[in-house]
């Protein structure tokens, strides 16, 4: 008997929620499914920034563009990008906002937020890199265009995840082999190719 009315009061719950009138909300305080929904969608940054980062090769020459523009829950990078070998390559957003090559070690480790010791890798248990961004593929002709989403960074003022835009600005760096998005502390991903210094506009 307990279980039928147990069971009665799990279908009336839907049917009482259904039956509000438009414009009233639905209250219970006996179903755990009427709690309200943690807030997926709630805005974390003001959206509209928008940044553009020119993307030179080792030796200086032009290697396309990345575009950056603040959406409500992270950032979309759109990425195109020319001169690279055929196949995946790894994709960060580094801490410093210089591109000196050949080898770009001016852009810094990636951007990251806090004092916690960073672990690299999307597919790892334990991520917590700010920098970190899916792979992007090259075709036979080098040839890249991607976007990409973060929401780990932000171009707006306010919000969670690392400031692409701060004092010392950031950088998003191509590298030469795909990233395991795993291993430490780039995922294998090799030689950086192609760099770009991200700047507002
Ligand atoms: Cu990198």
């Known amino acids: 008997m307990r279980a039928v009315l147990l069971a009665s009061v799990l279908i009336a719950a839907p049917l009482a929620a259904c039956s509000q009138p438009e414009g009233t909300t639905a209250t219970s305080d006996t179903s755990p499914a009427a709690a309200p929904a943690p807030a997926l969608t709630a805005q974390r940054a003001d959206v509209g920034?928008?940044?553009?980062?020119?993307l030179t090769n080792g030796e200086g020459g032009q290697a396309g563009t990345a575009s950056f523009s603040q959406g409500p829950q992270g950032v979309v990078i759109r990425i195109e990008a020319t001169g690279l070998t055929p196949g995946w390559h790894g994709i960060h957003l580094?801490?410093?906002?210089t591109c000196?090559?050949?080898?770009?070690q001016s852009a810094g480790s990636h951007v990251h937020g806090g004092d916690a010791e960073v672990?690299?890798?999307l597919l790892n248990a334990q991520q917590n890199d700010f920098?970190?961004?899916p792979n992007i593929h090259a075709d036979a002709q080098g040839r890249a265009y991607a976007e990409v989403f973060?929401?780990?960074?932000?171009?707006?003022?306010a919000g969670p995840g690392a400031h692409l835009l701060d004092a010392d600005g950031s950088a998003i760096v191509i590298h030469a082999q795909p990233d395991d998005h795993n291993s430490q502390p780039i995922g294998g991903s090799g030689d950086r190719v192609a760099c770009g210094v991200i700047a507002a506009g």
Do not use: N
Request: no cysteine; hydrophobic share 30%.
């Open 150 to 157: 973060t929401t780990f960074a932000r171009l707006a003022d």
């Open 131 to 133: 920098g970190d961004l």
């Open 94 to 97: 580094h801490e410093t906002g």
């Open 100 to 104: 000196d090559g050949p080898g770009f």
């Open 119 to 121: 672990v690299h890798g």
């Open 49 to 54: 920034s928008t940044a553009t980062a020119p």
